[in-house]
């Protein structure tokens, strides 16, 4: 029983390749959402609470990134 429990704990420790592929996927569609926000005039973007700076850091992150997650973080500190 405490051999199954390790290799239980074992497998939910460590991610899947299919879950990694999935979310690095994931994350490349929102940062081409980001260039898609990034083509936006700059009133556009205050409406929506953006500056062009925070687009700009957003679309730095590596693919490993969630870049939506990071703009959450830019509108709220305001």
């Not at 959402?33 to 009133?43: R, Y």
Request: overall charge positive; aromatic content about 8%; hydrophobic content about 40%.
């Amino acid at each position: 029983m405490r051999e199954y429990a390790q290799f239980i704990a074992s497998r939910e420790v460590q991610p899947s390749a299919w879950s990694i592929v999935s979310n690095l996927l994931h994350n490349w569609r929102a940062h081409k959402e980001i260039a898609k926000l990034s083509k936006f005039d700059d009133h556009m973007l205050r409406d929506i609470g953006l500056a062009r700076g925070d687009l700009r850091c957003a679309g730095s992150l590596p693919l490993s990134v969630n870049p939506v997650h990071a703009l959450k973080g830019f509108t709220s500190r305001g």
